[in-house]
């Protein structure tokens, strides 16, 4: 897959904010993370209009600019799992070389005209988990107690309780991503943003509930955000057919049950915590 000049800058720039994050900690780092967020978005939207006159004709997909930005700002929280070394080198040009070509293939789809193949539907879909497993493991790995220690279980060890707060403000991070994560994959499927919206807030929801419900449980190590984006793929696996009808009394029954388990997984949540 050939990459254009742009995109190889862009990933180039956001290697060195990436490599700079490592060296912070608390809230600097929630900053960096957000701005390469922005820095991916913006300056996609920017080389993917440059790359094809055609495209500022029609104007650049926002879809398309999602799971670039979603894997920057997972690896600016991943960095943080790899102890301060040359092991770091391998693993940022990782990090990197998955940007590299999610950037080249939301490029190339931006720039078609016929509908996605199923092909490239598939390579979306592939990216999109990658994202989704960047993003939640990177922001367990900011959030302190978000990540459980297994060696604790391990060693027989108790864990240290988290907070309402934290199991609640996880919940929300996670879910957000989801949001953005299956707004991509639905935007593949139907152009109508209330299909595509009401799809991704229905994942959204989906992700949120499960996450409280793993820190609940204190699911060890990196197989919560594991579980997450299992649970995201299985959501949409059993939603990607044709976008149901506006009035479809299947959206009304799952949206009421989703908001019920909800509801359940945060009073369990709180009751477990207080």
Known sequence: MQTSAGIRELVVAGGVLIVLARFTNGTPTW????????AIFLGALEVFGE?????RVRGVPIESLIDPAVLAFGSVGLVHLVPIGLLEVPFVAGLLFILLRALGLESRLAR???PPSATDRTAVLAMTMVAGLAAFAGIAAL???????PGAVV???????AT????????????????LLAY??????STSLRDVGWAASAAALVVAIAAAALRTIEIPGLLGPALLVLVLF??????????????DPRRIWETGLLLALGLVVVLWSVGLRS
């Not at 959030?143 to 220690?149: R, T």
């Not at 060693?155 to 309780?161: D, W, Y």
């Not at 309402?164 to 949001?179: K, W, Y």
């Open 31 to 38: 900053i960096i993370a957000v701005l390469l967020f922005a």
């Open 51 to 55: 790359a094809d006159p055609t495209i």
């Open 112 to 114: 078609a005209t016929a």
């Open 143 to 149: 959030v302190p107690g978000a990540l459980p220690d």
């Open 155 to 161: 060693s027989g060890g108790s864990l240290e309780p």
């Open 164 to 179: 309402p707060s934290l199991i609640l403000g996880l919940a929300a991070v996670d879910g957000l991503v989801a949001f």
């Open 184 to 189: 991509r994959v639905a935007a593949l499927r």
């Open 234 to 247: 299985l959501w949409e696996a059993m939603h990607g057919g044709a976008p149901a009808r506006r009035r």
